[in-house]
């Protein structure tokens, strides 16, 4: 009395053949429907990435204007702040640090409300203006 079986008794058995056989691949509709959901969660992630990754970088030029807003401090209690004119060269001999978006900060002496300075970051667009990532970074406002 032999227990196992062999392959090739399992495809003779004829139920088991019958039920191999009337098994059939996927539609196209199903197939569609399949590619419209994975191609919409495709989407939702990438907005969902684009939106974080956009906001560390504003976050990222945040943390680097107040780094260089320290930078320009120490310079001022020890000589004195540097003028619009001059701009921040002798701060920074090795040249002006840059934003997330690879655009030098923008020094404006005085500052609003009595401030000494001000330092701007153009956003990721480079132009005055814009909302969202492109918006104006100012270092005044982190004050508030």
């Known amino acids: 009395m032999h227990l196992t079986r062999d392959w090739r008794d399992l495809t003779r058995d004829p139920r088991l053949h019958d039920l191999l056989r ?3 691949g ?4 199903e197939v569609m429907v399949v590619i419209v959901i994975i191609l919409t969660l495709t989407g939702v992630l990438t907005y969902g990435v684009m939106t974080v990754f956009g906001q560390s970088q504003a976050d990222t030029t945040r943390l680097m204007m107040g780094k260089v807003a320290q930078q320009i401090e ?3 209690m020890r000589k004195g702040y540097p003028g619009n004119s001059d701009g921040l060269d002798k701060v920074f001999p090795d040249g ?3 934003d ?3 655009n030098e900060f923008i020094y404006v002496t005085p500052g609003p ?3 000494k300075f001000d330092l701007i970051s153009l956003g990721s667009d480079g132009t005055e ?3 969202g990532t492109a918006e104006d970074l100012k270092y005044s ?3 508030k």
């Open 22 to 24: 009337s098994r059939k």
């Open 26 to 29: 996927m539609s196209l509709v």
């Open 74 to 76: 120490i310079y001022g």
């Open 96 to 98: 002006m640090p840059k």
């Open 100 to 102: 997330s978006w690879d």
């Open 113 to 115: 409300n009595g401030k």
């Open 129 to 131: 203006g814009g909302t």
């Open 141 to 143: 406002d982190s004050l």
